[in-house]
């Protein structure tokens, strides 16, 4: 088994992210939904981007800016080619889970919410993948993969660096 590579969009298009922001911005709590939907199209949202938010929403700078920090979910920079979650809850936390947290930190070389410097990686922690009877668990982008041991780990890296 493989890890499958998706395509983020992660080139930042400021008309079309002044399209989103134009379609939502009338909604009750427009905040959310607009920020929700830029990461979700560009895998980020763009701190140059901020002003026009907080302009459009009448809203200060740092407000919005708040919110964007408040949760972890929403990146400031692009994501790397692929994103992998690590399930830090408790099931996994009982089947090794830190144990396999600490070693793909260490085999990445990057911390929580950080990108490998070539680009390829994204880690982020996550709270239950809804896979806790195969526990531990990991998502690769869309992929979910279960009792993740570090040989695993390897292996599903080593096949994906074969196959890019
Ligand atoms: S606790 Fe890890 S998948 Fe549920």
Redesign the pocket.
Known sequence: MSINKKKHSTDWDESVAEKILQEKKGVPGALLPILHALQEKFGYIAPEFVPTVAQALNLSRAEVHGVISFYHDYRQTPPGRQVIKI?R????QSMA?RNLENHAKQKLDVEYHGTTPSGDYTLEPVY?????AC???MMVDDKLYGRVTPEKFDALLDKKGKAS
Not at 89 to 92: P, T
């Open positions: 399930c809850a408790e099931a996994c889970g239950c993948l809804g896979n806790c526990a531990p668990a």
